[in-house]
């Protein structure tokens, strides 16, 4: 039982690791969340790897049968709650019913080998005081150094991070003028390859009057430097239909976008260098 719990935690928290080096943008969103994400995946990280270096088994299990108890708790709430993914193991969906049995299961299976002492378990020899803070000290260390550098990452990207200021549900409000000097925040979520060279974008909405202006003149531009038209949602149709020198892209879907249009952005090398609203020359 114990490799399994051990195991699971740590493999939780690789896991966690992983999303949020690959989607910060939405990971690292809120004032705490840049140094609380990598404090939990340090100190998730740091009780798997005591689990399974057996130190103080007896003990810690009782630990981690209230961990998981509380698990538990937390994965029922969100499966009645009706989500979709209890977030527990990062970028890899599982169903909070799923998440519920399994730890349902790692209960029972921690409170029989707490009720159970095996003779195996008397009879087992501890390791010297020495190798106990020796192994200890490296369990810290290392869970330390791995936090310690996932918090760098997320002071490197922070920028992006309160760049996108989410206010209900999957409502964005993006604010341009606040992007000047920084790597553009919503680059993951264009359907278009802005990171290198200079670009001048216009984000642009069909059904805005002031964007139908805007867009024939950008067109224009489009004959002399690079353009990109980044058309927000909701969608015009004929837009696959459309052509010009402009590069056409669009703003992922799968967020409400709250932006004013039209907006001017220059980037050079996926850096905002200037930002302008209403129509451009």
């Known amino acids: 039982m114990r490799w399994v719990v051990g195991l699971l935690l740590v493999f939780a928290a690789i896991l966690k690791g992983v999303q949020l080096i690959a989607e910060p943008a939405t990971t690292l969103v809120g004032l705490s969340a ?9 100190v998730e990280l740091a009780f798997g790897l005591l689990i399974l270096s057996g130190l ?27 989500a979709v ?13 799923w998440t519920f049995l399994l730890d349902v299961a ?65 409502l964005v409000i993006l604010e341009p003028e606040k992007w000047v000097g920084k790597s553009l925040p919503i680059a993951d979520s264009i359907d278009l390859d802005l990171s290198q060279g200079d670009w001048t974008v216009l984000l642009h909405r069909h059904d805005c009057p002031e964007c139908q202006a805007a867009v024939p003149r950008y067109e224009e531009l489009a004959l002399h430097r690079r353009v990109a038209l980044v058309e927000v949602p909701p ?19 799968d967020r409400d976008w709250f932006v004013q249009t039209p907006v001017e952005l220059r980037l050079q090398d996926g850096i905002v260098l200037a930002v302008k609203s209403g129509h451009g020359d």
């Open 235 to 253: 969608y015009e149709e004929l837009h696959a239909l459309a052509t010009g020198a402009a590069h056409r892209g669009r703003l992922a879907s």
């Open 106 to 170: 790692i209960v029972g299976g921690l409170s029989t080998s707490i009720l159970r002492r095996t003779q195996v378990e008397r009879a087992s020899i501890s390791p010297g005081l020495l190798h106990q803070r020796v192994l200890v000290g490296s369990i810290v260390a290392i869970s330390l150094v791995g936090a310690a550098l996932l918090m760098r990452y997320a002071q490197t990207r922070s920028a992006q991070a309160e760049s996108l200021l989410p206010s209900a549900g999957n």
């Open 85 to 97: 993914s209890c977030g527990c193991f990062g970028p890899v969906k599982v169903h909070p019913w």
């Open 34 to 42: 840049r140094w609380l994400s990598p404090a939990q995946i340090g």
């Open 56 to 82: 103080y088994w007896h003990r810690v299990r009782w630990l981690a049968l209230g961990t998981f108890v509380v698990f538990a708790g937390y994965a029922f709430y969100q499966a009645i709650g009706g």
